[in-house]
């Protein structure tokens, strides 16, 4: 079984810009049932915000603002300030194991996967992993 991340990527990605907002990405998680959102700036591939950043800063709001001023807040603050840049992706050629070995190494919930030219392609999560398990143990 040689598989790569492209076989088990999803490739519609739910993304943001860099001109959203907290209040954009806490409504798409919840909308859309995700924890990771890749965020891109003309076109490239700049980062991810996690669902951890995301309540992290909600816990800090409410204990600082209250529940009244939260969505007003949220709505004022730039996704620039919660997205983590330092991510690391993936090509979409590389191997599953690879994958599977940095979700074990560095406990992050998503793999963004990106072209040469930094092009978001698509997305590898924990949740991919799991599912593919399922199909193989279905298989036995």
């Known amino acids: 079984m040689s598989q790569t991340v492209s076989d088990i990527m999803s490739q519609d990605v739910i993304s943001l810009t860099l001109d959203a907002t907290m209040f954009d990405a806490h ?5 859309s049932n995700i924890r990771h959102i890749p965020i891109t700036e ?4 700049y980062g991810v915000v996690t669902q951890k950043a995301i309540l992290s800063k909600v816990m800090f709001l409410l204990d600082k603002y209250g529940v009244n001023a939260l969505q007003r807040r949220e709505k004022s603050i730039k996704i620039s300030e919660l997205v983590d840049k ?3 992706f993936a090509s979409k050629d590389m191997p599953l194991s690879e994958a599977a ?8 919930g998503c793999l963004p996967v990106v072209d ?3 092009k978001l392609l ?5 949740s991919d992993f799991v599912r593919l398990s399922l199909e193989l143990l279905q298989k036995e």
């Open 86 to 88: 330092s991510v690391i």
């Open 42 to 45: 003309d076109n490239a591939f």
């Open 27 to 31: 409504e798409l998680m919840k909308e």
């Open 101 to 108: 070995q940095f979700f074990l190494n560095h406990r992050h």
């Open 116 to 118: 040469a030219q930094n």
């Open 122 to 126: 698509g997305i590898v999560t924990s």
